[in-house]
């Protein structure tokens, strides 16, 4: 029972990562309009589709290998921190690679904000998502299990 709950919770963690780029990468492309860095700049909608999809498959995916998504409830607050740091540096070198791998037309004025906007946003939603975690658990009943060891 304990399992399936921790594989709902990761993928549940992980389609909130999807929720999370999106929302940053939008805010990015806003951003880039009061940024005064060639505002006018129109990025092709296929190197737009690739930074989004790669960033989402990269930042889930270190998600796990990281094991961020398991231990985000019983986390302490710097662990928080420190875990979606390397995990939006990470994302974010992986991403520049790409970028200029496949030399997209994507400016580094925008994957700054991008991997700025990223990595407040991870922070901020796990951080409430700790606090949260607890009090759905008692008004929905979910069951902890606890291992007392001693006399």
Known sequence: MLGREQTRAKIVLGLSDLCIVTLSFGAALLMRRWI????????????????FGFTVLVLVLTGYALNVYGRLDSARMPIIVRDSLRQ???????LVTLVFGLKLGISRVFLLVYTANLCFLLIAFRIALRN??????R??????HILIAGT
């Open 139 to 144: 008004h929905f009943g979910v069951p902890r």
């Open 132 to 137: 949260l975690v607890p009090a759905v658990r």
């Open 88 to 94: 939006t540096v990470y994302c974010a070198a992986s």
């Open 36 to 51: 005064n860095v060639a505002p006018q700049l129109v990025f092709p909608a296929g190197d737009k589709l690739v930074v």
